[in-house]
């Protein structure tokens, strides 16, 4: 088992369970340590906020505390007994719940399924008889199926004794209602440059351009290790510059760039440009209501955002484009379209778009 794949784990990146600090999230850390602090520890909590921003690694500090009994802090020093148990996955009191794999098909599922939710009735038959607390982490909720969720509801609803769940989740809103009404929320907040820089250091994926990977990242240190593992920085630069040629795409470039993501192995390099797509866009459609970012994520943008959104009403057309290309984008990969096709049809429409809104400035001129 230890060979296989981790749905859970982001590559290049220590596991959750085995990083040691987590940066930037102070008041979640200190709610949960006030609850247990007054006695008032719910058998639920959902750990929610976007992805990358330390949930899990605060889920399996939380674990920690309570299979220790407890504490000032949420603090264990790794020799601690529990501390090596749970590193090893051994730990008799903590229930695991993810995306188990697929002997048959040799993969990862792609969702939770009800007979892995069915599983924790048996671990809490065995495990009540130590007498000490019980942790469930479930990593994440999100990737449930409806059988699998109305299962872990019924769990929340009649939780035994000693027990506590901790559910990871990205998207919320996306859960049961009746799921999110049984538990307390944790809300996490993306990271700024500091401690971005801070944690990517702690994960063995330093950097000397901190302040633009928190920017292109939006705060996640999951992707921002992803953003370095694949060079997504000059990625996204070379999005950039290719853009910079509309209205009048420069179409060899964009068809070697949709090239680039397909094939064999291309895979994460294809979900890396549809992301920094999906970001290009949305930082558009901000620009021509609140003008440029801040802080530019590739040399000249700024100057490229302003140009092509100069005004709100330019900004709704990008907004629109952002929302359609990305029900584009979902739908192709779940019908597993041609990723070059793919990504050359949506760089075309943008071409259109940017016509459209820079028509009045070259007839103008």
């Known amino acids: ?20 600090t987590l940066l930037g999230q102070d008041a979640a850390q200190a709610a949960f340590l006030e609850a247990a602090a007054q006695g008032r520890l719910h058998h639920g909590w959902l750990i929610t906020g976007p992805r990358g921003v330390g949930k899990a690694t605060l889920a399996w500090r939380i674990a920690r505390y309570l299979l220790a009994g407890g504490g000032m802090s949420l603090d264990l020093a790794p020799d601690h ?47 009540a008889a130590d007498g ?65 820089a801070a944690a990517l250091q702690a994960a063995g994926a330093a950097t000397d351009a901190p302040d633009l990977l928190a920017e292109l990242a939006r705060g996640s240190v999951g992707e921002a290790i992803r953003l370095t593992n694949l060079d997504g920085l000059a990625l996204y630069a070379a999005l950039v510059d290719l853009f910079a040629t509309l209205p009048r795409l420069d179409r060899q470039r964009a068809l070697a760039l949709a090239e680039s993501a397909s094939g064999k192995g291309a895979e994460p390099r294809f979900d ?53 290309l990305g029900a584009r984008a979902r739908h192709g990969r779940a019908v597993n379209l041609d990723p070059s096709a793919l990504l050359l049809d949506m760089v075309l429409r943008v071409d259109e778009t940017a016509a459209l809104v820079t028509a009045p400035a070259r007839l103008g001129a």
């Open 1 to 20: 088992m230890t060979d296989l794949p981790e749905p859970d784990r982001v590559e290049g990146a220590p596991h959750p369970r085995e990083t040691r």
């Open 81 to 127: 007994p529990v501390a090596r148990r749970v590193a090893a996955l051994s730990e008799p009191g903590l229930f695991l719940l993810r995306r188990a794999w697929d002997e048959e098909r040799k993969k990862l599922k792609t969702v939770i399924t009800v007979d892995e939710v069915r599983r924790l009735k048996g671990f809490f038959s065995l495990s």
């Open 132 to 196: 000490g607390h019980r942790v469930v982490i479930v990593d994440s909720a999100d990737e449930m199926n409806v059988n699998a969720a109305n299962a872990l509801l019924k769990v929340l609803e009649e939780p035994p004794e000693g027990a506590t769940m901790l559910l990871v989740s990205h998207q919320p809103s996306r859960l049961l209602p009746t799921i999110r009404s049984r538990c307390r929320e944790l809300r996490l907040g993306t990271l700024n440059a500091v401690d971005m």
């Open 272 to 324: 890396l440009l549809l992301t920094l797509f999906d970001l290009f866009l949305a930082r558009l459609a901000r620009t021509g209501v609140a003008g440029p970012p801040r802080v530019e994520a590739a040399p000249g943008e700024a100057e490229l955002l302003a140009r092509l959104s100069p005004d709100a009403a330019a900004a709704r057309r990008w907004a629109d484009l952002h929302q359609t």
